[in-house]
């Protein structure tokens, strides 16, 4: 049984597809008009199908759409020595009929990339991924290349600014913002967007945002002194707090770093309440010294 767009389809004309499945079915001699007509949407059928695992003895680990994944539903990682025949029924333990944790550990996994299946993590989100790249290649910033981005999408930020690049950051921010909405869209189910839509987005938003706030382009700040190192052996603690007055809540954020700038600790947090800008900033404050 597969299903598609959240209802469940079942073939209902087996004599057509005796011995294979309906991804391999033909058309046939004189078939009924039911079936010409399933033969048609065919195409579109297949491509938004997955499958509902039962005994798993006729789904591909590696070929098959069976993981409860949005856009892709195949499993994206390393194939398995022990896995030589690739069904799914090989990670089900028949006698308890539930899966086989040891057999599925390191296949089945809920941390990886909608879009190809790496490991993710901010960095890769906003900056490594190739819908990512896709887009900050169409704004046009003049952005470094950076071989083997850290982890976290701070630290590229960081090196970004290292190599005090006239950059227009107003709009850097806005388009990492609309990637990580866009991850976000993507992830429940929603459809991708092409990479000149996203900045076409990102890049007429931050046009509004000007225009609301009556902000001024400023020129880029070039200093090497926007943020001085603690003394060495020690520790500084960076807090933030901002209100959004349109939607009542705040958000604070906290970046601890060493005497030479690596990152040694981050956190942030949105409050779904309204607060004055000293009590936000209080707030903040706070969460950095939890923190550290």
Not at 62 to 84: A, H, Y
Not at 189 to 201: H, L, S, T
Not at 263 to 286: H, N, S, W
Request: aromatic share 10%; with cysteine; net charge positive.
């Amino acid at each position: 049984m597969l299903t598609w767009g959240g209802s469940k389809l079942k073939a209902r004309e087996p004599n057509y597809f005796a011995g294979c499945s309906f991804r391999e079915a033909k058309l046939g001699k004189n078939p009924s008009y039911t079936w010409r007509s399933i033969m048609v949407a065919k195409e579109v059928v297949v491509k938004g199908s997955r499958w509902i695992i039962g005994n798993g003895e006729t789904v591909n680990i590696w070929k098959d759409k069976w993981i409860p994944i949005p856009n892709s539903f195949k499993v994206f990682s390393q194939r398995s020595p022990l896995l030589d025949t690739g069904l799914v029924s090989n990670l089900i333990d028949r006698d308890a009929r539930t899966w086989d944790a040891a057999m599925a550990k390191g296949i089945i996994r809920d941390d990886g990339c909608d879009f190809h299946g790496l490991s993710e993590s901010s960095g890769h989100i906003l900056w490594g991924c190739k819908v990512a790249l896709e887009v900050w290649d169409v704004t046009r910033l003049k952005l470094p290349l950076i071989q083997n981005p850290p982890r976290d999408f701070i630290d590229i930020v960081w090196a970004i600014r290292e190599e005090k690049l006239e950059i227009d950051w107003e709009l850097f921010a806005i388009t990492a913002w609309s990637l990580w909405n866009h991850r976000n869209l993507v992830r429940p189910g929603g459809q991708c967007k092409e990479a000149r839509r996203i900045a076409k987005e990102a890049s007429n938003y931050t046009k509004e945002v000007r225009q609301e706030g009556n902000l001024q382009v400023r020129p880029p700040c070039i200093c090497s002194n926007c943020w001085s190192p603690p003394r060495q052996g020690c520790y500084k603690i960076n807090a933030d707090g901002v209100v959004f007055r349109e939607t009542g809540c705040c958000g604070v954020g906290v970046v601890i770093r060493n005497d030479i700038g690596q990152l040694i600790g981050a956190f942030e947090q949105r409050i779904e309440f309204p607060m004055k800008a000293l009590e936000t900033e209080a707030v903040a404050v706070d969460e950095g010294i939890r923190l550290a």
